[in-house]
């Protein structure tokens, strides 16, 4: 079993994150091949909501349970559980899909399994990496992660296009149980640091997570930086996703484009993502990492704007638009990571970023709601306006909120160091 040491948890580390790599990849291939499916034989408008919301419900309900209990439970453990119950259920839809069964309704359903499993994932793998990485390598991890993510966002839709028209969907599927499996291989012999309870440890029962949930939330309004920041990432979501989902529509009725203009915006956002995260990586931010936000915030906004204002015969300025946008996404969210793996203790942190992520996720369905009435009395421009106008008044108010500009001074959450990794024996000579 590979331990982790203040000498020697780059390979350790990394070797787990290499493994996420496929899963990710597996996971973004499989969503390609099924929402493509689910459009070519339904066509219905409605059946991709109900997929959207099949994945994202779960983390609105569910996700401040779910981190509680990662607080508790081994997070090693979770991450292996938690991987190979998304291995069973996509194999399972595999099955369906060989056997020519499968309704949109068994898509609902493994969609759900899929997102349940990764509420309680990626809080346990997000909490780890503050015991497994050194405080000052964490903004650099968050950009290594931002990168990765944008990657896949230009490599895996040319690459499940490529794979649905030579092979079945269920041989895109079984891609994806493969990867998983690839994926949870190295967390059996790698021992990820456990968190020290701060809080007195009793037996996992439906009032104890209450308990810690609550606790959570009480932590979080506590804490008014952190609750001002939350406030900003829910008006976000349910400012510019909206905008986001709106693409496709302004592509085709403002720009008067097709599928191929449609690529180049997506393109555009994910190579923006890929080029902002791997500066982030590098440069790690300014030392205060609430300015390195706040700056991105205020670019993210902007570039939001000049997408709503591209005129019809300018469609090369919503590209750019789009990909400078794409720059500054983990510009904002990479310090902001790191900030709270910083501060959050260990043994909390699986609760705080599933409450952040659950509140940030319930306004999705608001602004998708409202999204299709707004957009046909005002136009599809005015969703980009909107988010943009707020997202850069947002950044402005952080450098002007002593509650967020101050965060990282507040004497009530300074930087903790979860427990200190030991330090590696010499060999024998």
């Not at 009395?377 to 402005?396: C, R, Y």
């Amino acid at each position: 079993m590979v331990e982790f040491t203040q000498t020697n948890w780059k390979k350790p580390f990394f070797l787990i994150w290499s493994g996420q790599i496929f899963s990710l990849l597996g996971s973004g291939l499989v969503g390609f091949a099924l929402i493509w499916w689910l459009t070519q034989t339904t066509g219905s408008a409605t059946v991709l909501a109900m997929a959207t919301l099949a994945q994202i419900l779960p983390e609105v309900f569910l996700g401040p349970f779910a981190g509680a209990l990662v607080d508790r439970w081994n997070r090693r453990v979770v991450m292996i559980v938690a991987d190979l119950m998304i291995a069973a259920a996509t194999l399972l839809l595999g099955v369906l899909f060989w056997l020519g069964v499968v309704e949109p309704w068994q898509v609902y359903v493994i969609l759900f399994v899929r997102a349940v499993g990764g509420i309680f994932h990626w809080p346990a793998m997000q909490a780890s990496t503050s015991l497994m990485v050194p405080e000052k390598h964490l903004t650099r991890i968050a950009g290594l992660n931002q990168t990765l993510r944008g990657a896949l966002n230009i490599v895996t839709p040319a690459l499940g296009a490529l794979l649905i028209s030579v092979i079945p969907t269920y041989g895109v599927i079984a891609i994806d149980v493969v990867t998983a499996l690839i994926a949870v291989t190295p967390l059996f012999f790698v021992n990820i640091p456990q968190p020290v309870r701060t809080e007195k440890a009793v037996a996992v029962t439906p009032r104890s997570v209450l308990v810690d949930v609550w606790e959570g939330l009480k932590y979080v309004f506590t804490w008014k930086g952190l609750l001002a920041i939350l406030i900003m990432a829910m008006l976000i979501n349910f400012l510019v996703n909206p905008a986001f989902m709106l693409m496709p529509l302004l592509v085709k009725n403002h720009f008067q484009g097709d599928a191929w203009h449609l690529g180049l915006m997506e393109s555009g956002w994910g190579i923006g993502l890929v080029a902002g995260s791997l500066l982030l990586s590098i440069w790690g931010g300014f030392k205060r990492k609430v300015i390195t936000s706040m700056i991105g915030l205020i670019g993210m906004g902007t570039f939001t704007l000049l997408v709503g204002f591209a005129p019809a015969t300018l469609f090369g300025m919503a590209v750019v638009g789009m990909s400078l946008a794409g720059f500054m996404n983990p510009i904002v969210n990479g310090p902001l990571m790191a900030l709270l793996q910083s501060r959050v203790p260990a043994d909390k942190q699986g609760r705080i970023f599933t409450l952040i992520n659950s509140g940030s996720a319930a306004m999705m369905p608001l602004g998708i709601a409202l999204a299709a009435p707004v957009a046909e009395n005002l136009g599809i421009q005015a969703w980009f306006l909107a988010g943009g106008f707020i997202t850069v008044l947002m950044g402005v108010a952080g450098f002007l909120i002593p509650v967020i500009c101050n965060i990282e001074s507040d004497p009530l959450h300074p930087p903790i160091q979860a427990k200190p990794l030991p330090v590696a024996a010499p060999e024998a000579g």
